[in-house]
Nanobody, 127 residues
Framework: QVQLVESGGGLVQPGGSLRLSCAAS????????IGWFRQAPGKERERVSC????????SYTDSVQGRFTISRDNAKSTVYLQMNSLKPEDSGVYYC????????????????????WGKGTLVTVSS
């Protein structure tokens, strides 16, 4: 069965960094799209970043462009989200999700098109 398990969240001061990990099992990471979404209290879930593992293409929400980097380690079946220069508005629950087919829901920003989700990891940026 498909499972996604996020880790790496925590409390960090503004300007600090965190690296989130998403351990995937039950499918081959190489051929699927995996993305990171986040949801702050009182706000809708938004797409943060996507990566199509087959070719390594990626996309980012404008607000994190230049600060966040998505990457993968196929041998470890793990996707990472390196977050630098964190801001309080980056706070929220970060979810890893995968699109099993060859659609482009993640790249288009449609969370409803993602097929499997992790339970999330909480990121809090505060002094």
């Amino acid at each position: 069965q498909v499972q996604l398990v996020e880790s790496g969240g925590g409390l960090v001061q503004p300007g600090g960094s965190l690296r989130l990990s998403c351990a995937a099992s039950g499918f081959l990471l190489d051929y699927k799209t995996i993305g990171w979404f986040r949801q702050a209290p009182g706000k809708e879930r938004e797409r943060v970043s996507c990566m199509r593992s087959s070719d390594g293409s990626s996309s980012y929400t404008d607000s994190v462009q230049g600060r966040f980097t998505i990457s993968r380690d196929n041998a470890k079946s793990t996707v990472y989200l390196q977050m630098n220069s964190l801001k309080p508005e980056d706070s929220g629950v970060y979810y890893c999700a995968t699109e099993m087919g060859y659609g482009s829901s993640c790249f288009l920003g449609y969370s409803s098109g993602m097929d499997y989700w992790g339970k999330g990891t909480l990121v809090t940026v505060s002094s």
